[in-house]
């Protein structure tokens, strides 16, 4: 039986240092698969998430469970995020391997790859397809890209995502929206370019 995130809470915070060690089990996936989208690269996403998993340590004492565990965890993840943008130790990478993230796209690629498979020219196809959909991405601005990454690939909702970057859910959704409406026009442009090709 799957003990609660809540039970592991409590348990973490009177000292029981197995029950964190399983939160960050738990999260350390997610956490960095987040960080590695927003930063861009596998040395800063693995920095943010030992920051990440430090700061959640050390302010475990102050949680006071009015949020779920996850949404706080992110919300820590976001912020060293940001903070290390601001100071600057973000190289800028483009992934041209996106992992992906939701069990959804987990069938998605699948069915691609089963549908495409005795073609070599169309695995290189769709490969050319997950590049431009992951420059797409990094091309975003920034608080379009975080909500995106968010709701989109870590699977928040609306509410959790307002409440990781303390926005309201209007804006949510209105930088959601625009998210997708720009993703849409940069992989119109391609998908465009694309079909004249062949």
């Known amino acids: 039986m799957l003990v609660s995130d809540e039970i592991l809470v409590k348990k973490s915070q009177k000292g029981d240092y197995p029950s964190f060690e399983e939160l960050v089990k738990r999260y350390e996936k997610k956490i960095y698969n987040l ?50 943008k601001r100071k600057g130790k973000r190289i800028e990478t483009v992934s041209l391997d996106i992992p992906i993230l939701t ?18 020219l169309a695995t290189l196809e769709n490969e050319e397809v997950k590049k431009n959909l992951s420059k797409a991405i990094d ?44 993703l849409r026009d940069k992989l119109s442009q391609y998908f465009q370019g694309y079909g004249s090709r062949g």
């Open 35 to 84: 960080a590695y989208r927003i930063m861009g690269n596998k040395e800063d996403a693995s920095d943010v998430l030992q920051e990440t998993f430090l700061q959640a340590f050390r302010k475990l004492a102050g949680f006071k469970g009015k949020a779920k565990f996850s949404t706080w965890l992110y919300r820590i993840a976001v912020n060293i995020c940001l903070m290390k």
């Open 139 to 182: 091309s975003l601005p920034e608080e379009y890209k975080t909500v995106f990454l968010l709701r989109g690939l870590n699977g928040l909702s609306n509410e959790e995502v307002a409440n990781v970057l303390k926005i309201s859910l209007p804006a949510v959704k209105s930088r959601l929206h625009r998210a997708r409406l720009f």
């Open 103 to 120: 069990k959804e796209e987990d069938e998605i690629k699948r069915e691609l790859r089963d549908d495409w498979s005795e073609s070599p």
